[in-house]
Nanobody
């Protein structure tokens, strides 16, 4: 199983970035995909989640209206488009794949290694 994030870099406030998470080794279509982030000295927090079919999405309050999560079934890849970036968005961003039962119980998790996003002038 592999989840490989890319696209993280240094960007100025107000700028945009697009993160990608290329996956392999598991049945991508069966997994909810999420982006989490962790800033220095802080706990890991959920940024965005997209359901298995791509029809449902949800976002953390601090990124609503600025970030967009999407997935490409043909490439087993999930994306995070980040616009209007702020210094407080600086963090390591992690890709997560979660397998859930029909009742919503999380029964399996896979994580990427993380991508550093730094927002600074």
């Amino acid at each position: 199983v592999q989840l490989v994030e890319s696209g993280g870099e240094l960007v100025q406030p107000g700028g945009s970035l697009r993160l990608s998470c290329a996956t392999s080794g598991f049945a991508f279509s069966y997994y909810d995909m999420s982006w989490y982030r962790q800033a220095p000295g802080k706990e890991r927090e959920l940024v965005a989640v997209i359901g298995r079919t791509g029809d449902s999405t949800d976002y953390g309050g601090s990124v609503k209206g600025r970030f967009t999560i999407s997935r490409d079934k043909s490439r087993s890849t999930v994306f995070l488009q980040m616009n209007s970036l702020k210094p407080e968005d600086t963090a390591v961003y992690y890709c997560n794949a979660a397998l859930r039962t029909s009742g919503g119980t999380r029964i399996r998790d896979y994580w990427g290694q993380g991508a550093q996003v730094t927002v600074s002038s």
